[in-house]
């Protein structure tokens, strides 16, 4: 019997998409094939189709169409559209892969799981690093005991964003916590492995018309803090660490996907060090994802795991706009991420962009 494979769409090429998500197909052969390609920009559509043979090109308004021939989609669009065309793939028994944030407020992720559910199709939110060794590390050192019981987290992520690129227009879902907070906040959930029950934060500076620095703090159970500073006009940045009650685990580079990530142990004034080599992150997720599609299994990172993280960023702009901390209901969560789900795939060369521009321009 042939293999079978489930047939994407990717929906939206801008920069992400090409530099990422289109090559990770290449290392994904084993149950996921490119099928189809959907974007607004017609050079986009031709040039990228005969550069990837994909069989398949269409424009927006050929959506309904696009998904009468495909299994899945993922969805690189602007924030502002992941919960549009997440529900009309659903709804048309299309399964849903879609780029973080999941949307743009919880009653679009709501809305999302809802479609999901009704549709019968598995609904994940592409969380790269909950499959890649590094991340995965850290959590387990966390879990483990072997720094103590954990009591603090700290994280910068800083990077210099252009004010015309769609990050910085608030009517796409643009800003400093749906780009980039996002991470602070997932790898201090997935640390702690617990829920925040009060946040609060301050921004500064405008760019474009979203906020150009954010600074937070989220108190978890057991007086245990995440403190995290983000900004689009800043040199590149990528770290967190974790400070537990025996030692401290420090993680630099943290958040990127095109570089080796780096541990800093350190235990009893005993400092180690570690480097994970570069890999491709973007095949993990849809070797995985596939794999729950053909499989009929639940994937972790979910919807919940994707509103989770929205209602955070709300409550924390909420804060910032009132000047007060803002108190969170309590957000059952009961899977997290594991070493079982790393999966390893060599790094792609970074190819030639059509008609888009990386968020430093």
Do not use: W
């Not at 559509?45 to 550069?51: F, G, P, S, V």
Request: with cysteine.
């Amino acid at each position: 019997m042939p293999r079978r494979l489930v047939r994407y769409a990717v929906v939206g090429l801008g920069h992400i998409a090409q530099v990422a998500v289109l090559p990770a197909f290449g290392n994904a052969r084993r149950n996921s094939r490119l099928a189809a390609l959907v974007s607004g920009d017609p050079v986009k559509r031709e040039t990228l189709q005969k550069k990837y043979q994909v069989e398949e090109a269409y424009s927006y308004e050929q959506y309904e169409e696009c998904l009468k021939n495909v299994d899945a989609v993922y969805i690189a669009l602007p924030n502002s559209m992941h919960c549009e065309y997440a529900v009309r793939a659903a709804r048309a028994g299309v399964h849903v892969l879609v780029e973080k944030p999941m949307a743009v407020t919880g009653q679009e992720c709501e809305r999302m799981i809802r479609a999901a559910r009704e549709g019968g199709v598995r609904l994940m939110v592409a969380y790269r690093l909950h499959f890649e060794r590094a991340n995965l590390e850290a959590i387990e050192v966390a879990r483990s005991g072997r720094i103590g019981e954990p009591r603090l987290f700290s994280s910068t992520f800083a990077m210099t964003v252009v004010e015309d690129n769609i990050r910085c227009r608030s009517e796409l879902g643009g800003g400093v916590l749906y780009d980039i907070g996002i991470y602070c906040i997932n790898a201090a959930r997935g640390l702690f492995r617990e829920e925040p029950e009060e946040v609060r934060a301050s921004t500064a500076g405008r760019r474009g018309d979203v906020e150009e620095s954010v600074s937070a703090v989220l108190r978890f159970p057991g007086d245990r803090t995440a403190t995290f500073a983000c900004s689009f006009n800043a040199a590149k940045v990528s770290e967190y660490r974790i400070a537990g009650t025996r030692g401290d685990l420090a993680v630099e580079p943290a958040y990127e996907y095109a570089a080796a990530l780096k541990h800093r142990i350190t235990l009893d004034r005993d400092t180690k060090e570690r480097r994970f080599a570069k890999r491709d992150q973007f095949a993990p997720e849809l070797l995985y994802f596939s794999d729950c599609v053909l499989k009929g299994h639940d994937p972790e990172p979910s919807g919940r795991e994707g509103l989770a993280d929205v209602r955070i960023i709300e409550a924390l702009y909420r804060s910032a706009a009132s000047g007060q901390p803002v108190a969170l209901e309590p957000y059952e969560k009961a899977d997290r991420p594991s070493l079982e789900q790393e999966i390893r795939r060599p790094p792609i060369e970074k190819p030639d962009v059509v008609h888009a521009r990386a968020p430093s321009g």
